[in-house]
């Protein structure tokens, strides 16, 4: 199979990106099937029900989602209505929707999505991602009832991602991180076959602070005092994440290819 997996949608700029530029791009590259991380999608802060819509009709599969799940309201209800949302598996025992599903592909194949939060430097505390994980890696062995299993390591520490990669190498395609939303260049096939990449960085405008237009952030960093919200910035977004090409049998990472697209940083393409 041929996945691609995109990092957070930051604001307009990154909706504008993936409806104008995704459609174009999945016949490109023949995409079977594709994840986009959609936490930041709505004003920089979680994912509105009308904001999913627009971004799954541009041609996703399904949108994982983060820290910042449920900071649209609408999302409470929302994400029990469309199955292809999934938020983290241990955000919280009483979170609405699910952490983890198997897909069927157009091509009819079987692909597990599914996400986690870390721990480290995480601004609340969650449950452990590795014993919340194992299950469900069991009950979906690739190569057996899933030919493709994606896992999005939603966390700020590169050592937490990392470890969570070895924890699931042979056990699935692609463990990719999310969450810093500024990409890392680590792509890499790990020993066993998981297709690996430390943070898949953002679909935003890249001359920003994380995506926030910067006047504000660099005024709390230089003075420490708040003045204003922060705001998304506008400008053109690059569309960034990885591409990985499966075993359709084994479901194990054959190739792996750090997408940029558009926007500020340097391009890079299957
Ligand atoms: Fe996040
Ligand atoms: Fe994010």
Known sequence: MKLLFLGDVMGRAGRRAITENLPRLREEWKLDFVVVNGENATSGIGLSGAHAKTLLEAGIDCLTLGDHAFDQKDMLRFVEQEPRVIRPLNFSKAAPGKGARLFTSKNGRKVLVTQVLGQVF?????????????????????????????????????????????????????????????????????????????????????HSVIGMEKSEPLRRFITGMPKERFTPANGVATLSGVYVETDDRTGAAQRIAMVRNGGLLEAAAP
Not at 136 to 146: D, I, R
Not at 169 to 191: E, F, K, N, W, Y
Not at 196 to 204: E, K, R
């Open 122 to 206: 995480m601004k609340r505390p969650f449950d452990d991602p590795f014993s919340a994980l194992e299950p469900v890696l069991k009950t979906h062995p690739l190569g057996g009832m899933a030919q493709a299993v994606i896992v999005d390591v939603h966390c700020e520490a590169t050592s937490e991602k990392m470890a969570m990669g070895h924890f699931c190498d042979g056990r699935a395609s692609l463990v990719v991180g999310t969450h810093t939303h500024v990409p890392t260049a680590d792509a890499m096939i790990l020993p066993r076959g998981t297709g690996y990449l430390t943070d898949a960085g953002m679909c935003g405008d890249y």
